[in-house]
């Protein structure tokens, strides 16, 4: 069956602190990876995407992933984390050609000052 | 860039009535637009694909003539939310791809607050 688990519902920080939000996949066919950060009443917003070569991910807010098919995991990592980076954060996995994504259930992140 | 605009942000309607929430690509054009429903601390579930000029492709369990979708345009997607029940309240939201450009990026709409009381 194809899922995606997020194993931590949420992680508290120190501001400053460094961050490593987990994801496994399962998934049939060659994964597109993706990570999404929600904060609080509002929608979705792209962070990083894997498709194919490089498997370390840049993307935008100093975050990074990096995919690893012998884990099935595309964890994802900052070297410090903001107080404006407490949100909630979405693992998905999908093919390229159609956007049904399957989606983690979540990790909210809780910044300490 | 390109951005989709989702509304109303938010809205209380009484047990009954029909809500309509708007979903619109602004600078590009969208033949296919997704629709979402958020639990509260859970994650986003697929309710159904919107396909301009043609019906909705709907996912296992969610009711066609509850929630009515229509794509009308290229631009304009809207999920009907009809007789609505206090089980209908949650965070809905919209998404298109943007084909036009390089990997087709999927864009979010901030989402849709129901509360039906």
């Known amino acids: 069956a194809q899922s995606v688990t997020q194993p931590d519902i949420h992680i508290t920080v120190s501001e400053g602190a460094s961050l490593e939000l987990r994801c496994n996949y399962s998934?049939?066919?060659?994964?597109?990876l993706f990570w999404y950060v929600q904060s609080p009443g509002q929608g979705l917003q792209l962070l990083l995407k894997y498709f194919s070569g490089d498997t370390l991910v840049q993307g935008i807010k100093g975050f990074e992933a990096e995919f690893k098919r012998s884990q099935s995991s595309f964890n994802l990592r900052k070297p410090s984390v903001h107080w404006s980076d407490a949100a909630e954060y979405f693992c998905a996995v999908g093919a390229s050609s159609n956007y049904q994504l399957i989606w983690g259930a979540g990790t909210k992140l809780i910044i300490k000052p | 860039g390109a951005v989709v605009s989702q509304h109303p942000s938010r809205v209380i309607c009484k047990s009954g009535t029909s809500v309509k929430i708007e979903c619109r690509s602004l600078d590009f054009q969208a033949t296919t637009m997704f629709w979402y429903r958020q639990f509260p601390k859970q994650s986003l579930m697929l309710m159904a694909t919107?396909?301009?000029?043609?019906?909705?492709?709907?996912e296992q369990g969610v009711e066609k003539d509850k929630f009515l979708i229509n794509h009308a345009s290229l631009t304009l997607s809207t999920l009907t939310v009809t007789s609505a029940h206090p089980e209908d309240s949650s965070f809905y939201i919209c998404?298109?791809?943007?084909?036009?450009?390089?990997?087709?990026?999927?864009?979010f709409g901030n989402g849709t607050r129901l509360t039906v009381t």
């Open positions: 919107s396909n301009e000029g043609s019906k909705a492709t709907y």
């Open positions: 998404s298109a791809p943007d084909r036009s450009s390089y990997n087709s990026p999927l864009h």
């Open positions: 998934y049939g066919a060659t994964p597109y």
